[in-house]
Protein backbone atom coordinates (compact mmCIF):
# COMPACT_ATOMS: atom_id res chain seq x y z
CA UNK A 1 0.00 0.00 0.00
CA UNK A 2 1.46 3.57 -0.73
CA UNK A 3 1.34 6.26 1.92
CA UNK A 4 1.15 9.45 0.36
CA UNK A 5 2.72 12.44 2.88
CA UNK A 6 0.84 15.54 3.36
CA UNK A 7 0.63 18.05 0.74
CA UNK A 8 1.59 21.08 3.24
CA UNK A 9 4.93 19.47 4.16
CA UNK A 10 8.13 21.79 2.82
CA UNK A 11 9.49 20.67 -0.23
CA UNK A 12 12.32 22.22 -0.63
CA UNK A 13 15.40 22.66 1.48
CA UNK A 14 14.70 26.42 2.06
CA UNK A 15 11.49 25.72 2.45
CA UNK A 16 12.48 22.90 5.22
CA UNK A 17 14.68 25.56 7.29
CA UNK A 18 12.07 28.14 7.07
CA UNK A 19 9.61 26.03 9.30
CA UNK A 20 12.16 25.45 12.01
CA UNK A 21 12.27 21.76 11.37
CA UNK A 22 14.74 20.68 13.42
CA UNK A 23 17.57 17.25 12.74
CA UNK A 24 17.92 14.58 15.54
CA UNK A 25 19.29 11.39 15.27
CA UNK A 26 17.51 8.63 15.22
CA UNK A 27 18.44 7.71 18.91
CA UNK A 28 17.40 11.00 20.21
CA UNK A 29 13.89 10.73 17.92
CA UNK A 30 13.04 7.63 19.30
CA UNK A 31 13.84 8.46 23.21
CA UNK A 32 12.04 12.04 22.31
CA UNK A 33 8.58 10.19 21.68
CA UNK A 34 9.02 7.37 23.88
CA UNK A 35 9.34 9.97 26.66
CA UNK A 36 6.43 11.49 25.32
CA UNK A 37 4.67 7.84 24.82
CA UNK A 38 5.50 7.69 29.22
CA UNK A 39 4.48 10.59 30.30
CA UNK A 40 1.21 11.05 28.50
CA UNK A 41 0.08 7.30 29.58
CA UNK A 42 0.01 6.46 26.00
CA UNK A 43 1.00 2.70 25.42
CA UNK A 44 3.77 2.41 23.05
CA UNK A 45 3.66 -1.24 22.60
CA UNK A 46 0.14 -2.07 20.57
CA UNK A 47 -0.32 -6.19 20.47
CA UNK A 48 2.37 -7.47 23.05
CA UNK A 49 0.61 -9.55 25.64
CA UNK A 50 2.64 -10.74 28.87
CA UNK A 51 5.73 -8.55 28.71
CA UNK A 52 4.19 -5.62 30.47
CA UNK A 53 6.78 -5.78 33.99
CA UNK A 54 9.30 -7.71 32.58
CA UNK A 55 10.50 -7.35 29.12
CA UNK A 56 9.08 -3.90 27.96
CA UNK A 57 10.82 -1.82 30.97
CA UNK A 58 14.05 -3.38 29.99
CA UNK A 59 13.23 -2.65 26.64
CA UNK A 60 12.14 0.98 27.04
CA UNK A 61 15.18 1.47 30.08
CA UNK A 62 17.41 0.01 26.40
CA UNK A 63 16.10 2.89 24.32
CA UNK A 64 16.16 5.91 26.71
CA UNK A 65 20.15 4.83 26.72
CA UNK A 66 20.91 4.54 23.02
CA UNK A 67 21.80 1.14 22.69
CA UNK A 68 21.82 -1.92 20.17
CA UNK A 69 19.70 -4.03 21.22
CA UNK A 70 19.07 -7.88 20.88
CA UNK A 71 16.55 -10.22 22.04
CA UNK A 72 17.50 -13.24 23.66
CA UNK A 73 14.31 -15.66 23.57
CA UNK A 74 13.05 -19.50 22.39
CA UNK A 75 11.29 -19.63 18.99
CA UNK A 76 7.31 -18.14 19.40
CA UNK A 77 8.33 -16.03 22.27
CA UNK A 78 7.41 -12.84 20.31
CA UNK A 79 10.81 -11.10 19.81
CA UNK A 80 9.93 -10.18 15.91
CA UNK A 81 6.13 -8.95 16.64
CA UNK A 82 8.33 -6.77 19.35
CA UNK A 83 10.77 -5.90 16.60
CA UNK A 84 7.90 -4.84 14.56
CA UNK A 85 7.15 -2.04 17.03
CA UNK A 86 10.06 0.05 17.22
CA UNK A 87 9.12 2.03 13.89
CA UNK A 88 5.93 3.32 15.96
CA UNK A 89 8.72 5.02 17.71
CA UNK A 90 10.03 7.18 15.20
CA UNK A 91 8.24 10.32 13.34
CA UNK A 92 5.57 9.42 11.22
CA UNK A 93 6.88 11.74 8.22
CA UNK A 94 10.83 12.83 8.19
CA UNK A 95 12.18 14.44 5.90
CA UNK A 96 15.04 12.96 2.90
CA UNK A 97 17.20 14.31 -0.02
CA UNK A 98 14.67 13.56 -3.22
CA UNK A 99 16.10 10.55 -5.03
CA UNK A 100 18.61 9.80 -2.31
CA UNK A 101 19.91 6.10 -2.26
CA UNK A 102 20.41 6.30 1.59
CA UNK A 103 17.67 8.60 2.54
CA UNK A 104 19.51 11.34 4.30
CA UNK A 105 18.12 14.33 5.90
CA UNK A 106 18.56 17.38 3.92
CA UNK A 107 20.52 18.77 6.41
CA UNK A 108 23.47 16.31 6.52
CA UNK A 109 24.19 14.58 2.98
CA UNK A 110 26.44 11.77 3.57
CA UNK A 111 27.02 10.62 0.09
CA UNK A 112 29.58 12.15 -2.44
CA UNK A 113 26.54 12.52 -4.75
CA UNK A 114 24.15 14.11 -2.19
CA UNK A 115 27.20 16.31 -0.94
CA UNK A 116 27.42 17.60 -4.58
CA UNK A 117 23.89 18.28 -5.36
CA UNK A 118 23.62 19.77 -2.33
CA UNK A 119 26.28 22.11 -2.82
CA UNK A 120 24.78 22.83 -6.55
CA UNK A 121 21.12 23.36 -5.77
CA UNK A 122 21.61 25.54 -2.09
CA UNK A 123 17.84 26.35 -0.62
CA UNK A 124 16.76 24.57 -3.63
CA UNK A 125 17.64 20.90 -2.69
CA UNK A 126 14.66 19.02 -3.42
CA UNK A 127 12.85 17.54 -0.49
CA UNK A 128 10.84 14.25 -0.46
CA UNK A 129 8.98 12.73 3.07
CA UNK A 130 10.22 8.80 3.94
CA UNK A 131 7.01 7.78 6.30
CA UNK A 132 8.20 5.52 9.53
CA UNK A 133 7.15 2.11 7.91
CA UNK A 134 9.70 2.77 5.30
CA UNK A 135 12.90 3.56 7.73
CA UNK A 136 12.51 -0.51 9.34
CA UNK A 137 14.64 -2.86 7.03
CA UNK A 138 14.44 -6.43 8.84
CA UNK A 139 16.40 -9.19 7.60
CA UNK A 140 16.42 -13.11 8.48
CA UNK A 141 20.08 -13.84 8.75
CA UNK A 142 20.34 -16.96 6.64
CA UNK A 143 23.86 -18.80 6.30
CA UNK A 144 23.69 -17.70 2.08
CA UNK A 145 23.66 -14.09 3.22
CA UNK A 146 27.04 -12.07 1.78
CA UNK A 147 28.12 -9.24 2.47
CA UNK A 148 26.99 -7.38 -0.18
CA UNK A 149 23.70 -7.92 0.97
CA UNK A 150 24.12 -6.33 4.16
CA UNK A 151 27.13 -3.69 3.13
CA UNK A 152 27.28 -3.40 -0.44
CA UNK A 153 29.28 -4.01 -3.65
CA UNK A 154 30.80 -2.88 -6.62
CA UNK A 155 27.85 -2.54 -9.42
CA UNK A 156 29.50 -3.79 -12.21
CA UNK A 157 26.63 -1.77 -14.37
CA UNK A 158 27.89 1.52 -12.88
CA UNK A 159 31.74 0.44 -14.11
CA UNK A 160 30.43 -0.68 -17.18
CA UNK A 161 28.91 2.67 -18.13
CA UNK A 162 32.70 3.95 -17.61
CA UNK A 163 33.36 4.91 -13.95
CA UNK A 164 36.27 3.86 -12.60
CA UNK A 165 36.57 0.85 -9.92
CA UNK A 166 37.75 3.37 -7.78
CA UNK A 167 35.26 5.93 -8.03
CA UNK A 168 33.02 5.65 -4.71
CA UNK A 169 29.60 6.17 -6.96
CA UNK A 170 29.83 2.76 -8.20
CA UNK A 171 28.77 1.06 -5.07
CA UNK A 172 25.64 -0.32 -4.99
CA UNK A 173 24.59 0.11 -0.89
CA UNK A 174 23.11 -2.99 0.99
CA UNK A 175 20.74 -3.13 3.30
CA UNK A 176 22.50 -1.57 6.48
CA UNK A 177 23.38 1.74 4.94
CA UNK A 178 20.25 1.97 2.90
CA UNK A 179 18.41 2.01 6.65
CA UNK A 180 21.00 5.27 7.00
CA UNK A 181 18.16 7.11 9.91
CA UNK A 182 15.97 4.44 10.84
CA UNK A 183 16.33 0.78 12.43
CA UNK A 184 17.76 -2.05 11.22
CA UNK A 185 16.19 -5.69 12.28
CA UNK A 186 18.16 -9.02 12.44
CA UNK A 187 16.60 -11.88 12.96
CA UNK A 188 18.63 -14.87 14.24
CA UNK A 189 21.89 -13.38 14.06
CA UNK A 190 23.80 -16.15 15.17
CA UNK A 191 22.81 -18.30 11.61
CA UNK A 192 25.30 -15.46 10.26
CA UNK A 193 28.35 -16.45 8.42
CA UNK A 194 31.00 -15.55 11.40
CA UNK A 195 32.42 -13.05 8.20
CA UNK A 196 29.16 -11.88 7.69
CA UNK A 197 29.37 -10.68 11.35
CA UNK A 198 32.52 -9.27 11.02
CA UNK A 199 31.05 -6.89 8.69
CA UNK A 200 28.77 -5.47 11.18
CA UNK A 201 31.71 -4.26 14.05
CA UNK A 202 32.52 -1.12 12.27
CA UNK A 203 28.53 -0.12 11.72
CA UNK A 204 27.81 -0.66 15.65
CA UNK A 205 31.29 0.71 16.93
CA UNK A 206 32.27 3.43 14.83
CA UNK A 207 28.81 4.49 12.81
CA UNK A 208 30.20 4.02 9.32
CA UNK A 209 30.55 0.93 6.57
CA UNK A 210 33.60 0.15 4.34
CA UNK A 211 33.17 -1.96 0.57
CA UNK A 212 35.71 -3.56 -0.58
CA UNK A 213 38.67 -1.24 0.79
CA UNK A 214 37.28 1.87 -0.46
CA UNK A 215 38.29 5.00 1.50
CA UNK A 216 34.34 5.64 2.13
CA UNK A 217 33.26 6.61 5.54
CA UNK A 218 29.54 7.25 5.75
CA UNK A 219 28.58 8.22 8.82
CA UNK A 220 25.31 6.02 9.59
CA UNK A 221 23.04 7.02 12.03
CA UNK A 222 21.03 3.49 11.92
CA UNK A 223 20.14 1.72 15.40
CA UNK A 224 20.57 -2.19 14.88
CA UNK A 225 18.13 -4.82 17.04
CA UNK A 226 18.37 -8.56 16.61
CA UNK A 227 17.26 -11.62 18.16
CA UNK A 228 19.20 -15.06 18.65
CA UNK A 229 18.06 -17.97 20.25
CA UNK A 230 20.04 -18.00 23.88
CA UNK A 231 21.41 -21.62 22.89
CA UNK A 232 23.35 -19.77 20.32
CA UNK A 233 24.16 -16.32 21.86
CA UNK A 234 27.25 -17.54 23.38
CA UNK A 235 31.11 -17.26 23.28
CA UNK A 236 31.06 -21.26 22.69
CA UNK A 237 27.84 -20.62 20.19
CA UNK A 238 27.94 -19.50 16.92
CA UNK A 239 28.29 -15.54 17.68
CA UNK A 240 31.54 -13.93 17.46
CA UNK A 241 32.37 -12.38 20.31
CA UNK A 242 33.62 -8.35 19.46
CA UNK A 243 29.95 -8.62 17.85
CA UNK A 244 28.46 -9.87 21.71
CA UNK A 245 30.09 -7.15 22.80
CA UNK A 246 29.15 -4.20 21.26
CA UNK A 247 25.19 -4.66 22.15
CA UNK A 248 24.54 -2.51 24.71
CA UNK A 249 21.51 -4.50 25.83
CA UNK A 250 20.51 -7.84 25.63
CA UNK A 251 16.78 -8.43 26.94
CA UNK A 252 15.58 -11.93 27.61
CA UNK A 253 12.26 -13.10 26.60
CA UNK A 254 9.78 -15.16 27.31
CA UNK A 255 6.26 -17.44 26.97
CA UNK A 256 3.15 -15.89 28.90
CA UNK A 257 3.40 -16.12 32.30
CA UNK A 258 -0.44 -15.69 32.99
CA UNK A 259 -2.56 -18.60 31.91
CA UNK A 260 -4.55 -15.30 30.56
CA UNK A 261 -1.80 -14.09 28.71
CA UNK A 262 -1.65 -17.27 27.02
CA UNK A 263 -5.49 -16.97 25.86
CA UNK A 264 -5.20 -13.15 24.93
CA UNK A 265 -2.31 -14.25 22.47
CA UNK A 266 -4.36 -16.95 20.94
CA UNK A 267 -7.32 -14.51 20.00
CA UNK A 268 -5.22 -11.74 18.91
CA UNK A 269 -3.04 -13.93 16.68
CA UNK A 270 -5.51 -16.87 15.52
CA UNK A 271 -7.91 -16.87 12.56
CA UNK A 272 -10.70 -18.41 13.22
CA UNK A 273 -13.22 -19.24 10.71
CA UNK A 274 -15.33 -20.23 13.13
CA UNK A 275 -16.80 -19.15 16.95
CA UNK A 276 -14.12 -21.30 19.08
CA UNK A 277 -16.02 -20.20 22.70
CA UNK A 278 -13.57 -19.10 25.78
CA UNK A 279 -13.38 -22.47 27.44
CA UNK A 280 -11.86 -24.35 24.30
CA UNK A 281 -8.98 -21.30 24.35
CA UNK A 282 -8.30 -21.92 28.07
CA UNK A 283 -8.17 -25.71 26.87
CA UNK A 284 -5.69 -24.79 24.50
CA UNK A 285 -3.70 -22.39 26.19
CA UNK A 286 -3.27 -25.23 29.12
CA UNK A 287 -2.19 -27.53 26.56
CA UNK A 288 0.70 -25.33 25.75
CA UNK A 289 1.95 -24.81 28.83
CA UNK A 290 1.59 -28.58 29.74
CA UNK A 291 3.78 -29.42 26.54
CA UNK A 292 6.75 -26.56 27.96
CA UNK A 293 6.84 -28.31 31.50
CA UNK A 294 6.68 -32.02 30.22
CA UNK A 295 9.62 -33.65 30.46
CA UNK A 296 8.87 -35.79 27.12
CA UNK A 297 9.02 -32.72 24.70
CA UNK A 298 12.81 -31.27 24.22
CA UNK A 299 12.46 -27.86 25.79
CA UNK A 300 15.71 -26.89 24.16
CA UNK A 301 13.26 -25.96 20.92
CA UNK A 302 10.48 -24.77 23.32
CA UNK A 303 6.84 -24.59 22.14
CA UNK A 304 6.03 -21.52 19.86
CA UNK A 305 3.14 -19.54 20.87
CA UNK A 306 2.15 -20.45 17.15
CA UNK A 307 1.72 -24.01 18.12
CA UNK A 308 -1.35 -22.89 20.30
CA UNK A 309 -2.59 -19.91 17.73
CA UNK A 310 -2.24 -22.82 15.10
CA UNK A 311 -4.16 -25.24 17.64
CA UNK A 312 -7.04 -22.50 17.66
CA UNK A 313 -7.18 -22.59 14.00
CA UNK A 314 -7.66 -26.15 13.09
CA UNK A 315 -10.26 -26.48 15.76
CA UNK A 316 -12.03 -23.64 14.22
CA UNK A 317 -12.07 -25.41 11.08
CA UNK A 318 -13.37 -28.65 12.33
CA UNK A 319 -15.94 -27.11 13.42
CA UNK A 320 -16.20 -25.02 10.13
CA UNK A 321 -15.92 -28.86 8.36
CA UNK A 322 -19.23 -30.30 10.49
CA UNK A 323 -21.05 -27.19 9.31
CA UNK A 324 -20.67 -27.80 5.94
CA UNK A 325 -21.21 -31.76 6.32
CA UNK A 326 -24.04 -31.41 8.39
CA UNK A 327 -25.94 -28.47 7.00
CA UNK A 328 -26.13 -26.05 10.19
CA UNK A 329 -26.18 -22.59 9.81
CA UNK A 330 -23.21 -21.58 12.32
CA UNK A 331 -20.07 -23.24 13.31
CA UNK A 332 -19.38 -22.89 16.72
CA UNK A 333 -16.17 -25.54 18.17
CA UNK A 334 -17.19 -28.50 20.83
CA UNK A 335 -14.72 -30.26 23.04
CA UNK A 336 -14.98 -33.26 20.54
CA UNK A 337 -13.30 -30.97 18.08
CA UNK A 338 -9.67 -30.76 20.17
CA UNK A 339 -9.46 -34.41 19.06
CA UNK A 340 -7.82 -33.25 15.72
CA UNK A 341 -4.93 -31.42 17.46
CA UNK A 342 -2.63 -33.87 17.99
CA UNK A 343 -2.58 -35.47 14.70
CA UNK A 344 -2.58 -31.93 13.07
CA UNK A 345 0.34 -30.47 15.40
CA UNK A 346 2.35 -33.19 16.13
CA UNK A 347 4.98 -32.06 13.53
CA UNK A 348 5.38 -28.63 15.08
CA UNK A 349 6.87 -29.95 18.38
CA UNK A 350 10.32 -32.13 19.13
CA UNK A 351 10.25 -34.78 21.27
CA UNK A 352 12.90 -36.12 23.78
CA UNK A 353 14.75 -38.91 23.05
CA UNK A 354 13.73 -42.39 23.79
CA UNK A 355 9.76 -41.57 23.19
CA UNK A 356 9.94 -42.88 20.02
CA UNK A 357 6.42 -44.30 19.58
CA UNK A 358 4.82 -42.72 22.10
CA UNK A 359 3.78 -39.27 20.70
CA UNK A 360 0.05 -39.76 19.98
CA UNK A 361 -0.01 -41.40 23.88
CA UNK A 362 1.63 -38.51 25.08
CA UNK A 363 0.05 -35.55 23.44
CA UNK A 364 -3.73 -37.08 24.38
CA UNK A 365 -2.77 -37.42 27.94
CA UNK A 366 -1.55 -33.77 28.12
CA UNK A 367 -4.66 -32.81 26.31
CA UNK A 368 -7.04 -34.67 28.49
CA UNK A 369 -5.31 -33.00 31.29
CA UNK A 370 -5.94 -30.07 30.06
CA UNK A 371 -9.44 -30.48 29.75
CA UNK A 372 -9.98 -31.91 33.08
CA UNK A 373 -8.45 -28.76 34.48
CA UNK A 374 -10.32 -26.37 32.48
CA UNK A 375 -13.71 -28.29 33.46
CA UNK A 376 -12.56 -28.19 37.07
CA UNK A 377 -12.24 -24.78 37.10
CA UNK A 378 -15.40 -23.32 34.78
CA UNK A 379 -17.45 -25.76 36.55
CA UNK A 380 -16.35 -25.31 40.42
CA UNK A 381 -19.67 -25.50 42.33
CA UNK A 382 -21.93 -27.16 39.81
CA UNK A 383 -23.23 -30.06 41.11
CA UNK A 384 -22.96 -32.39 37.99
CA UNK A 385 -24.30 -35.62 39.66
CA UNK A 386 -28.00 -35.24 38.35
CA UNK A 387 -26.23 -34.74 34.84
CA UNK A 388 -24.08 -38.13 35.34
CA UNK A 389 -27.54 -40.24 36.69
CA UNK A 390 -29.43 -39.10 34.12
CA UNK A 391 -26.74 -40.04 31.36
CA UNK A 392 -26.23 -43.13 32.38
CA UNK A 393 -30.02 -44.11 32.15
CA UNK A 394 -30.10 -42.45 28.49
CA UNK A 395 -26.53 -42.00 26.64
CA UNK A 396 -25.72 -38.57 25.14
CA UNK A 397 -24.14 -38.90 21.63
CA UNK A 398 -21.99 -36.67 19.69
CA UNK A 399 -18.71 -36.33 17.38
CA UNK A 400 -17.03 -35.13 14.62
CA UNK A 401 -19.88 -35.39 12.20
CA UNK A 402 -23.09 -34.69 14.76
CA UNK A 403 -24.59 -31.52 14.87
CA UNK A 404 -25.31 -29.52 17.69
CA UNK A 405 -28.87 -29.55 17.59
CA UNK A 406 -28.87 -33.48 17.32
CA UNK A 407 -26.33 -32.86 20.10
CA UNK A 408 -28.61 -30.38 22.59
CA UNK A 409 -32.10 -32.75 21.84
CA UNK A 410 -30.27 -35.59 23.01
CA UNK A 411 -29.47 -33.84 26.40
CA UNK A 412 -31.40 -34.96 29.84
CA UNK A 413 -33.94 -32.16 31.15
CA UNK A 414 -32.66 -31.89 33.53
CA UNK A 415 -31.39 -28.30 35.58
CA UNK A 416 -27.67 -29.08 35.68
CA UNK A 417 -27.69 -28.28 31.84
CA UNK A 418 -28.94 -25.01 31.89
CA UNK A 419 -26.32 -24.36 35.35
CA UNK A 420 -23.76 -25.48 32.77
CA UNK A 421 -24.42 -23.38 29.92
CA UNK A 422 -24.95 -20.24 32.90
CA UNK A 423 -21.70 -20.68 33.65
CA UNK A 424 -20.08 -21.09 30.31
CA UNK A 425 -21.78 -18.53 28.50
CA UNK A 426 -24.15 -20.24 26.51
CA UNK A 427 -27.71 -19.70 28.11
CA UNK A 428 -30.04 -17.24 26.59
CA UNK A 429 -29.18 -17.78 22.43
CA UNK A 430 -31.04 -19.58 20.08
CA UNK A 431 -28.05 -21.35 18.25
CA UNK A 432 -27.26 -24.56 19.63
CA UNK A 433 -23.40 -24.57 19.29
CA UNK A 434 -22.42 -22.43 22.00
CA UNK A 435 -25.34 -25.04 24.88
CA UNK A 436 -23.53 -28.10 22.82
CA UNK A 437 -20.07 -26.75 23.34
CA UNK A 438 -20.75 -26.65 26.94
CA UNK A 439 -22.40 -29.65 27.77
CA UNK A 440 -19.78 -32.01 25.54
CA UNK A 441 -17.20 -29.84 28.46
CA UNK A 442 -19.57 -31.13 31.42
CA UNK A 443 -20.26 -34.71 29.72
CA UNK A 444 -16.41 -34.62 29.59
CA UNK A 445 -15.02 -34.13 33.29
CA UNK A 446 -17.90 -36.81 34.22
CA UNK A 447 -15.75 -38.59 32.23
CA UNK A 448 -12.38 -37.83 33.49
CA UNK A 449 -13.37 -38.23 36.81
CA UNK A 450 -14.89 -41.98 36.11
CA UNK A 451 -18.26 -40.80 36.76
CA UNK A 452 -19.16 -41.46 33.33
CA UNK A 453 -17.97 -44.58 30.32
CA UNK A 454 -17.04 -43.26 26.80
CA UNK A 455 -16.81 -44.89 23.87
CA UNK A 456 -15.51 -44.01 20.52
CA UNK A 457 -15.91 -45.37 17.09
CA UNK A 458 -14.80 -43.43 13.74
CA UNK A 459 -17.62 -40.69 13.59
CA UNK A 460 -19.43 -40.99 16.92
CA UNK A 461 -18.62 -40.38 21.01
CA UNK A 462 -20.92 -41.99 23.16
CA UNK A 463 -21.23 -40.64 26.96
CA UNK A 464 -23.61 -43.72 29.22
Known amino acids: MTITAPADLPRTLGALRAS ?84 EHPYEPITPVSVRRANDLGDDLPVAWRHRSQRYAEKLATPDTAVADLIGDV ?40 RIQVSLLNVMEERDIQVRGYTLRLPLDVLLVASANPEDYT ?42 PEHLLEILARFTRLLRESSAIDQGSGVSARFSVAAAETVAAAALRRAALSRESTATARPVDLLSVPSVLRGKLEFAAGEEGREDEILEHLLRRATADTARRALRGVDLTPLAEAVTATPVRTG ?61 VQYG
Open 235 to 276: NRGRIITPLKDRFGAEIRTHYPLELSDEVAVIRQEAHLVAAV
Open 155 to 194: DPVKVAEGRSLGDPETIHYGLVPRAHRGIIAINELPDLAE
Open 400 to 460: DLVPAAAVVASLPPVATVTDVATRLGAAGTEDPGPMASAAELALELLFLTRKLAKSADDDT
Open 20 to 103: GHRLRGVRDEIRENLMLSLRSGVNPWSGIVGFDTTVLPQLERALLAGHDIVLLGERGQGKTRLLRTLPLLLDEWSPVIEGSDLG
